[in-house]
């Protein structure tokens, strides 16, 4: 590439100019796009923002921590995003709606992937709109109507996943209904950014229609969502759904996290999330003999659970799994004292955030991960 066209500049080969400007944080890349027509166009290109992605991605630059923070300036409670090396708050998170307005506990984050957050206000029903937001470069879309049109009753609960699919390259949004008067149903449909539309699943097997979610902890992950679910005769399992294909399975939950449902103790939580490429299911529990919080960490292998690790952390009581980072960091919310700690899978280590945590509506704690990208830039 000639850089004639941007007056009073050298000529930079094009392969030397990418791999310099793929490794800038998105705010300098912004900036850049006025510099010349020629940066413009490169910077606007599909295959710098794939390469300034995948380059963040595998080497966790330019990431960062969402969490659903206790400020002591106002607003008191918002959602915001922290430096993933200093953990210092970088940005308050806006409803994209009004991006001058922040908004705080009323946002639902229903997952992050590739510099794209997946929000909504107070998720409630089918006309709850939902967005999909590059926090980085302060763009968004707002999903479609819903493609259900016929409810089989007025009462139900609705979930949402979000993740990317790389075999078809689109990102994907998982709406499930969970009808629970009458007979207990489900309705999903699936969001395709490609199309920019819905899709009802038609072909549920009964097995899974009759179910209900255990709890609104789901995630995709490479274009396949997971769930816990409850069986008609009060038995749990876990549920996965290709977007792809369209096909439902169903696997066997490990007799220890069963256990751990069925207790109802307030510090059982659940997190599924991907570690080292396989789905993994994190839970809190609480060993009564030894009187030590713990967390079991079990991995979907070969179409069954096989635990992987316990994790304890000494001095710490009644706190739970939230999310992965850094490919082998666990995010661990513990409520006394409300912080968010990083307990190291490999090594062991627990480095103290500093982050304090506030609780959503429901009164819980969320966090999640974020990487800056350039997705949308041409939307």
């Not at 316990?310 to 009644?318: A, C, E």
């Not at 062991?348 to 009164?363: C, H, M, P």
Request: hydrophobic letters at 40%; a neutral charge; proline letters at 4%.
């Amino acid at each position: 590439m000639s850089n004639s066209g941007c007056n009073g500049s050298h000529y930079i080969p094009e392969e030397i100019l990418i791999n310099i400007l793929s490794r800038l944080p998105v705010k300098s890349l912004i900036r850049f796009i006025c510099v010349c027509k020629l940066w413009s166009s490169l910077i606007r290109s599909s295959r710098f923002i794939g390469m300034h992605l995948n380059r963040n991605v595998t080497n966790h630059a330019h990431a960062f921590i969402i969490a659903l923070h206790e400020s002591r300036r106002k607003p008191k409670f918002c959602y915001t995003l922290f430096s993933n090396e200093t953990f210092e708050p970088c940005l308050k998170i806006k409803h994209p709606s009004t991006w001058p307005k922040i908004i705080g506990p009323k946002i639902d984050i229903h997952g992050s992937s590739n510099g794209l957050v997946c929000l909504s206000y107070e998720l409630g029903n089918l006309d709850t709109a939902i967005y999909l937001c590059n926090l980085s470069i302060q763009k968004h879309v707002v999903l479609p109507p819903t493609s259900i049109l016929c409810l089989p009753c007025p009462e139900y609960v609705t979930y949402v996943a979000f993740g990317f699919h790389p075999g078809l390259n689109d990102y994907k949004v998982v709406r499930l209904l969970s009808f629970s008067e009458g007979n207990h149903c489900i309705e999903v449909e699936v969001y395709s950014f490609s199309t920019n539309s819905w899709k009802r699943i038609d072909a549920i097997p009964a097995s899974i229609k009759t179910m209900v979610l255990h709890s609104d902890q789901c995630a995709v992950y490479n274009g396949v969502a997971y769930f816990i679910m409850k069986k008609e005769d009060a038995t749990y399992c876990f549920v996965s759904f290709d977007t792809d294909s369209e096909v439902f399975e169903e696997f066997l939950l490990p007799d220890a996290v069963v256990d751990g449902i069925e207790s109802m103790l307030d510090n059982c939580k659940e997190l599924i999330a991907e570690y080292k490429g396989s789905i993994c299911l994190f839970q809190s529990n609480l060993d009564f003999r030894a009187g030590n919080d713990y967390i079991d960490m079990w991995v979907l292998q070969e179409k069954s659970f096989k635990k992987l690790m316990t994790v304890y952390l000494p001095g710490k009581r009644s706190f739970y799994p939230l999310a992965i980072r850094m490919s082998n960091e666990l995010l661990v919310g513990y409520p006394c004292g409300s912080y968010l700690c990083s307990y190291n899978l490999e090594t062991k280590q627990v480095t103290e955030t500093g982050i304090k945590l506030a609780v959503d509506r429901y009164n819980d704690y969320h966090a999640h991960t974020y990487v800056e990208s350039l997705v949308l830039l041409r939307e």
